[in-house]
């Protein structure tokens, strides 16, 4: 089946530091692969996507390039702030999958002055 | 962009009651909506896909008769939570996709209820 692994969180960086979440995945076909952030007792927004293999989605500074040899969608930013700080979830949706999404487990990201 | 509403965002009740959910596409139509479960610090679990005009497909270990879904128009779709008890107590959150179940499309999100059973 269809799975997604983050690396294990909380992140915590000082405000302009260098960002890397590490998402890799397992499915068939395929798949879209998304990141989305979710801010404290609010649901998930979406960041960005990517739909092909080499697509690079990119959205407030964040970027992910979708990489079918690794089979990874590593969230990057280059200076980060600290109204980053958010729990930030990657997923797939795989070919023929009816839209459902399948996350990872979350990475929190704590950004500190 | 496309925007789902829920509500109510929190709700605080008495073990043994009934709570309703309501999600809403507000710019779009959905023929299908997601119901998920988030506990503290972890990641979502997809509950069920709500079908408009027809039965929700539930996930595995899901309670059917528990968590009764409708959606009954192609812009709402509704969770009840049955005779509610503590151990339901936890975060919802529904999501939309615009279009008419095609794959691959990023789903949106409503921002989620925080359900508390006393």
């Known amino acids: 089946g269809n799975s997604v692994t983050q690396m294990e969180g909380p992140v915590t960086l000082s405000e302009e530091a260098f960002l890397t979440i590490n998402c890799t995945y397992t499915?068939?076909?395929?798949?879209?692969l998304f990141w989305y952030v979710q801010y404290p007792g609010e649901g998930l927004q979406l960041l960005l996507k990517?739909?092909?293999?080499?697509d690079k989605g990119s959205n407030k500074g964040f970027e992910a390039t979708y990489r079918k040899e690794t089979t990874s969608f590593h969230l990057e930013k280059g200076s980060v702030q600290v109204s980053d700080s958010a729990v930030y979830f990657c997923a797939l949706i795989s070919t023929g999958g009816g839209n459902k999404l399948t996350f990872g487990t979350g990475t929190q990201l704590k950004v500190e002055l | 962009g496309a925007v789902v509403s829920q509500h109510p965002s929190r709700v605080i009740c008495k073990s043994g009651t009934s709570v309703k959910i309501e999600c809403r596409s507000l710019?779009?139509?959905?023929?299908?909506m997601f119901w998920y479960r988030q506990f503290p610090k972890q990641s979502l679990m997809l509950m069920a896909t709500?079908?408009?005009?027809?039965?929700?497909?539930?996930e595995q270990g899901v309670e059917k008769d528990k968590f009764l879904i409708n959606h009954a128009s192609l812009t709402l779709s509704t969770l009840t939570v049955t005779s509610a008890h503590p151990e339901d107590s936890s975060f919802y959150i529904c999501?939309?996709?615009?279009?008419?179940?095609?794959?691959?499309?990023?789903?949106?999100f409503g921002d989620g209820t925080r359900l508390s059973i006393l």
């Open positions: 499915a068939t076909g395929y798949p879209s």
């Open positions: 999501s939309a996709s615009p279009g008419t179940g095609l794959s691959n499309q990023p789903q949106h």
């Open positions: 709500s079908n408009e005009g027809s039965k929700a497909t539930y």
């Open positions: 990517a739909t092909k293999a080499d």
């Open positions: 710019d779009f139509q959905a023929t299908t």
